[in-house]
């Protein structure tokens, strides 16, 4: 049996021992679930970044030094990000205050009109009404929305823990990424020195696809993130929609969730013009799905491709399960993990029989 092999496997079955062991006792189990909870957002928000600015970093440093390269690049995002406060931060703290202020108003108004309509009768005697039971639905959520506003304005410990979080992250993602501009390829260097040279080939192989897959995904992602944001702005601000440039900024982060994330982005829009007319909600939705034929049809399939190599229904079956399991992060994650996953089964059996020649 390869020695460095046989190491590996006993240092796995050792973490996994002393996991366990510690998971039995508080005093050493929570501090390192502490750990965990603090550093998974950065790191893993530092890995999207870096598969992100991964390219523009090649770019300088085929002219300067690594170092130098990282330094203009971060001088760079700097001066982007200071620019974008400047232009659009005014414009959204203005939208997002005049949203909260008037979102007791908007359910109010939601509720008037949807009573109006059962009362003139149209949807009387009617299974469908019955069954959904829309205006109790609209109520609770205006009541939630209301309680959730009021423990928000209430619980400032609350928030306080929030915004300490949010600095935190702020603080350390930019050293995290720092050394992943840096070191990243030596990573896959270090994990080729534990096989053989037999075995080295095929394990590149699967570094070199895990590497690929996760570009592809993140950066078109990005991409894809970025085009429907603009485009929901720019349809938004056309047919006179309240808040626009706010609705279209949760319009194109939402839809880092693939096949979900633009239905759940756009139903704050949905529910924003409702407000001003029954007519502008349903010039919304047809207007989004426009956007999302655009996306799926021209703007995904060139940024992505068919690098990924997954049906829709197993990534909607992901999706599904992980926001029910772990909630919003999971949503996220599932897919490229899911990628991940499948180019270590696909290429393991590969190793496994390589594995076998060797001895």
Known sequence: MDTKLFKLGKGILLLFLI???????????????????????PVILSGFLFYLLRPLRDVINKKLSKGVSILLLYVFLIFIMISLFIIIG??????????????????SEIQRSVINIQESGIFQGNQLSEMLNVEEFIFQLGDLLNELGKNIASNVASFIGVLANAVLVLIIVPFILFYMLRDGERFGKSILNIFNEKQRGEVEDILKEIDTTLSSYIQGQGIVCLCVGILCYITFLIVGLDYALLLAVIAG?????????????????????????PMMALLIVVTVVVIQQIESNLIAPQVIGKKLKMHPITIMFLILVAGRLIGLIGMILVVPTYGICRVLFTHGFQIWKLKLRGK
Request: charged share 5%.
């Open 90 to 107: 005014p414009i959204l703290q203005r939208q997002l205050q005049s949203l909260t202020d008037n979102m007791p108003v908007i359910i």
């Open 19 to 41: 996991i366990y062991v510690g998971s039995l006792i508080d005093w050493i189990f929570n501090p390192l679930i502490v750990i965990f909870q603090t550093l998974f957002i």
């Open 253 to 277: 982060v939402t839809n880092i969730i693939p096949y979900f994330g633009p239905w759940i982005g756009t139903f704050p829009a949905v529910i924003v013009a409702l407000f001003q007319s």
